[in-house]
T-cell receptor
Framework: AQSVTQLDSQVPVFEEAPVELRCNYS??????LFWYVQYPNQGLQLLLK??????LVKGINGFEAEFNKSQTSFHLRKPSVHISDTAEYFC??????????????FGTGTRLKVLA | DVKVTQSSRYLVKRTGEKVFLECVQD?????MFWYRQDPGLGLRLIYF???????EKGDIPEGYSVSREKKERFSLILESASTNQTSMYLC????????????????FGPGTRLLVL
């Protein structure tokens, strides 16, 4: 069965510093991988996704992630964070479509706190 | 832009009450989902629907039911609310398989924070 692990529940970082949020997954088949962001009091919005092709994926707001099949990881990075990046970040995986749709398994989330 | 709306942002109910959470999407999506979000547990799928009147259980369906009478609307029902159902509830929708490059992307509403006393 597939699963997603986000080992860091909270990550504090100073403004303009780089950040990496870690995500590891477990699956016996090929997967699609996603990062979603949830700003305070809002729903989730898609940051980026990996379906196939280039293992380096670029998303919105300057974020990028690298798919590493051998390490079963999909870590999210940003070279220089802003106060406005303070949010909760969720990694998600799907093994493919069943019952006509893609069902996600979400990680437990990482709270990114950007400090001035 | 895809818009997913949820009927209430905050809701306070009493134990034993029947609770309806409504979700509406305006992008003609085939698929709709209900999740609950709890600290330290992330998002867990309660139910999803891949067509009108069609539904499937997710990972934690106990104590919940759903209804999808129209394509744009997906309701979550707590038949008899309990305190352990206090949570944030998120609705999402996604396009049909084969519909194009966004078929695997889910679009989320703002959430309903439910408190059961």
């Amino acid at each position: 069965a597939q699963s997603v692990t986000q080992l860091d529940s909270q990550v504090p970082v100073f403004e303009e510093a780089p950040v990496e949020l870690r995500c590891n997954y477990s699956s016996s088949v090929s997967v699609y991988l996603f990062w979603y962001v949830q700003y305070p009091n809002q729903g989730l919005q898609l940051l980026l996704k990996y379906l196939s092709g280039s293992t380096l994926v670029k998303g919105i707001n300057g974020f990028e992630a690298e798919f590493n099949k051998s390490q079963t990881s999909f870590h999210l990075r940003k070279p220089s964070v802003h106060i406005s990046d303070t949010a909760e970040y969720f990694c998600a995986v799907t093994e493919g479509a069943t019952s006509g749709t893609y069902k996600y398994i979400f990680g437990t989330g990482t709270r990114l706190k950007v400090l001035a | 832009d895809v818009k997913v709306t949820q009927s209430s942002r905050y809701l306070v109910k009493r134990t034993g009450e029947k609770v309806f959470l409504e979700c509406v999407q305006d992008m003609d999506h085939e698929n709709m989902f209900w999740y609950r979000q709890d600290p330290g547990l992330g998002l867990r799928l309660i139910y999803f629907s891949y067509d009108v009147k069609m539904k499937e259980k997710g990972d934690i369906p106990e104590g919940y039911s759903v209804s999808r009478e129209k394509k744009e609307r997906f309701s979550l029902i707590l038949e008899s609310a309990s305190t352990n159902q206090t949570s944030m509830y998120l609705c999402a929708s996604s396009p049909a398989l084969g519909s194009g490059p966004y078929q695997e992307t889910q679009y989320f509403g703002p959430g309903t924070r439910l408190l059961v006393l």
